[in-house]
């Protein structure tokens, strides 16, 4: 069995990781680290230490009223993507632990596209 990072546990909720297949489990966030476990085999973690979280990108669609996903990029094993129940709890929870500032939202579809488009003709 896995030991929990964590010592003291703000928030526990169930949730989705999508890394290579799609992972059931539950997310726990606590004074040490984010944890995602799997919903049936022990052997399925992952344990994100706050020191660790380069930024927290959430996708917010229609103005904030729904954030269907939310992603943890560490500063040295890449991004976690994750959805949950109740996602404003969880970033509320990860907001205690992690600045403000390395707090963002992704780039919507349109703003990818006007990316694409302005990037292409500066660069003639």
């Given at each position: 069995m896995v030991q929990s990072l964590n010592?003291?546990?703000d928030l526990i909720v169930k949730a989705t990781s999508f890394t290579a297949f799609t992972e059931?489990?539950?997310?726990?966030?606590?004074?040490?680290?984010?944890?995602?476990?799997h919903q049936h085999?022990?052997?399925k973690y992952i344990q994100i230490p706050w020191n660790e979280v380069d930024y927290v990108i959430a996708s917010v669609l229609f103005n904030g009223k729904w954030i269907p996903r939310y992603s943890i990029q560490t500063k040295t094993n890449g991004t976690f993507t994750f959805a949950s129940k109740e996602p404003k709890k969880v970033l509320k929870a990860i907001r205690i632990?992690?600045?403000?500032?390395?707090?963002?939202?992704?780039?919507?579809?349109?703003?990818?596209?006007k990316r694409a488009f302005f990037a292409k003709k500066n660069k003639k």
């Open positions: 010592t003291k546990i059931y489990g539950q997310i726990m966030i606590g004074d040490k680290a984010f944890e995602f476990y085999d022990p052997r632990h992690v600045d403000g500032q390395k707090m963002v939202r992704s780039l919507g579809f349109f703003d990818v596209l």
